[in-house]
């Protein structure tokens, strides 16, 4: 393997500036890894909190960035990547467990189960808008530890429904096309303007998360149904409360899988609620789910349209590493249904 001059978005610190600065690649590759010449990237919420905040599972300086698509450069030796060949098109979740596994670097090494390929006519940019959102939602709706629902294609998911909090989020997007493909019914929340995308991904009924009515609204709806569960999808540091209040409000018993954390001391008595969490250990917990997701169910749903590109990408002015900071910058403004992107060239 020739070994590529390469730069990486180094986070030093909690605290201090981003900076961009020469980062090795390998020499050699692992046999479970594949080398990728990054072409767009996409940022995420814990991106710009980690610029911040030192959270534990971090150690600076860091690489940062999770989402990345681009061609593959080199293939390792193992019977699972040989079906990587160099020049293949692909995304890939790069959650950054070694340093020099993490998204935001011209060259980018992936976990072959943690790569795809993607479809000839899809874009880089459109591409990218996948690994950490879908990993979270397959990783909240089909880990045994957090909602366990039936994959894809295993078809028990029917005559139930799954309440998507926050539907037109990154995350809750892919929990609404991940639910809908294993059979399930889905009730979502968003803001109005955004009803018919919501639905437009799979959601059978929508509710506007603003409206003074939401909880008993949805309460209402469930419980009309068999209900398979909550997966609180977006929203502000306590936004999780409500999803609770409609578990405990609920004649059913239901389970809330949360992708925000769980304020101490929030759960009603009798309420089963867990953070879902990408654990930094080995593989990390998204890995089983997110790795069957990519090799099962994704690369043929996209090429027979039958998934979505949501949300839509948003790409900003500056290309390369330079863009990352202003895609940060525009993100903490606040985004609806959009993913923000930066092209590499
Ligand atoms: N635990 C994990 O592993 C994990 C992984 C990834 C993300 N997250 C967290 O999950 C959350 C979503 O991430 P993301 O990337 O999907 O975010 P995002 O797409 O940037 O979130 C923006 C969307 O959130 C929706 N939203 C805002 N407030 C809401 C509320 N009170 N109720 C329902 N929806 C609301 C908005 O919907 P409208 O436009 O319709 O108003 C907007 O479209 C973030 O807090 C992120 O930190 C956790």
């Given at each position: 393997?020739?070994?590529?001059?390469?730069?990486?978005?180094?986070?030093?610190?909690?605290?201090?500036?981003?900076?961009?600065?020469?980062?090795?690649?390998?020499?050699?590759?692992?046999?479970?890894?594949?080398?990728?010449?990054?072409?767009?990237?996409?940022?995420?919420?814990?991106?710009?909190?980690?610029?911040?905040?030192?959270?534990?599972?971090?150690?600076?300086p860091a690489i940062l960035g999770t989402d990345?698509?681009g061609v593959v450069e080199a293939v390792g030796?193992?019977?699972?990547?040989?079906?990587?060949?160099?020049?293949?098109?692909?995304?890939?979740?790069?959650?950054?467990?070694?340093?020099?596994?993490?998204?935001?670097?011209?060259h980018v090494v992936l976990d072959q189960g943690?790569?795809?390929?993607?479809?000839?006519?899809?874009?880089?940019?459109?591409?990218?808008?996948?690994?950490?959102?879908?990993?979270?939602?397959?990783?909240?709706?089909?880990?045994?530890?957090?909602?366990?629902?039936?994959?894809?294609?295993?078809?028990?998911?029917?005559?139930?429904?799954?309440?998507?909090?926050?539907?037109?989020?990154?995350?809750?997007?892919?929990?609404?096309?991940?639910?809908?493909?294993?059979?399930?019914?889905?009730?979502?929340?968003?803001?109005?303007?955004?009803?018919?995308?919501?639905?437009?991904?799979?959601?059978?009924?929508?509710?506007?998360?603003?409206?003074?009515?939401?909880?008993?609204?949805?309460?209402?709806?469930?419980?009309?149904?068999?209900?398979?569960?909550?997966?609180?999808?977006?929203?502000?540091?306590?936004?999780?409360?409500?999803?609770?209040?409609?578990?405990?409000?609920?004649?059913?018993?239901?389970?809330?899988?949360?992708?925000?954390?769980?304020?101490?001391?929030?759960?009603?008595?009798?309420?089963?609620?867990?953070?879902?969490?990408?654990?930094?250990?080995?593989?990390?917990?998204?890995?089983?789910?997110?790795?069957?997701?990519?090799?099962?169910?994704?690369?043929?749903?996209?090429?027979?349209?039958?998934?979505?590109?949501?949300?839509?990408?948003?790409?900003?002015?500056?290309?390369?590493?330079?863009?990352?900071?202003?895609?940060?910058?525009?993100?903490?403004?606040?985004?609806?249904?959009?993913?923000?992107?930066?092209?590499?060239?």
């Amino acid at each position: 393997m020739s070994n590529p001059t390469n730069r990486a978005f180094w986070q030093d610190a909690a605290g201090v500036p981003s900076a961009i600065r020469e980062s090795p690649v390998p020499s050699s590759l692992g046999p479970h890894e594949v080398l990728i010449k990054a072409r767009a990237w996409a940022v995420n919420p814990v991106d710009a909190y980690l610029q911040v905040v030192a959270l534990p599972f971090i150690t600076y300086p860091a690489i940062l960035g999770t989402d990345v698509a681009g061609v593959v450069e080199a293939v390792g030796s193992g019977p699972a990547s040989q079906k990587f060949r160099v020049g293949d098109r692909v995304l890939g979740y790069a959650p950054g467990r070694k340093r020099e596994g993490a998204a935001f670097q011209e060259h980018v090494v992936l976990d072959q189960g943690l790569a795809m390929k993607i479809p000839d006519t899809m874009a880089f940019r459109e591409a990218c808008v996948f690994p950490l959102c879908l990993a979270t939602a397959g990783g909240a709706l089909f880990g045994s530890e957090y909602l366990g629902l039936p994959f894809p294609g295993e078809g028990k998911g029917e005559g139930k429904t799954l309440l998507v909090w926050g539907g037109a989020a990154g995350v809750g997007s892919n929990a609404i096309q991940l639910a809908k493909a294993a059979g399930f019914d889905v009730v979502a929340t968003c803001s109005a303007h955004n009803f018919e995308l919501v639905k437009g991904l799979g959601a059978g009924k929508v509710f506007d998360y603003k409206s003074p009515s939401v909880i008993d609204d949805v309460v209402a709806e469930l419980d009309k149904r068999v209900c398979a569960g909550i997966f609180q999808a977006a929203g502000p540091q306590n936004g999780v409360v409500p999803c609770l209040e409609i578990a405990w409000r609920s004649k059913q018993d239901l389970f809330v899988a949360c992708a925000n954390l769980v304020p101490e001391g929030s759960v009603p008595q009798g309420v089963r609620a867990t953070f879902v969490l990408d654990t930094s250990d080995e593989r990390g917990s998204y890995y089983g789910t997110t790795s069957k997701i990519f090799a099962d169910f994704l690369p043929r749903a996209l090429e027979r349209g039958e998934y979505k590109v949501a949300p839509t990408p948003e790409v900003v002015k500056t290309k390369g590493l330079e863009g990352i900071q202003e895609a940060i910058d525009l993100l903490k403004q606040g985004v609806s249904a959009k993913k923000i992107v930066v092209e590499a060239e």
